[in-house]
């Protein structure tokens, strides 16, 4: 089968007496997306980081396999975004985030907090289903 990257394959298995079934294939570019949101806190320090550099178009969030709970959050500075991210905006902060890793967060709040004496951002996100015990992976 010839897939592109952007497109998911789920087949008909059959375990035992069970039959586990889904949707066939659908493409992540047809997808409709509920979006992430980006808070006041979090569009102002996004804001103050592009400001910091005249290259740096915004942030990119993606996930990585990583950490105990199976996923962790990545985000870098965007000095040349790729064209497959989609592109969100508050205010004159911007994030973008690759297609690929929309399934997994989808519907994220992205938030700038204190924690104690550090700042950081912090991703509220509907999908995570759990999280390892020090807060650095997830898992949908």
Known sequence: MGYTQSQWVIEKH??????????GTFSLDENVW???????SAAAQITRLMQQDPQVKGLQLGVK???CAGFAYVM???KEPADDCLVFEQGSA?????????PFI??????????????IFKFNNPKAQHACGCGESFGV
């Open 76 to 78: 870098d500075m965007a």
């Open 34 to 40: 509920q979006g992430v949101t980006i808070t006041d």
């Open 94 to 102: 911007r994030l973008y985030v690759p297609l690929k890793a929309m």
């Open 65 to 67: 396999q990583s950490g």
């Open 106 to 119: 989808d519907g994220t709040e992205v938030d700038y907090v204190r924690e104690g004496l550090n700042q």
């Open 14 to 23: 059959k375990v035992g007496h069970m039959q586990q079934e889904s949707v």
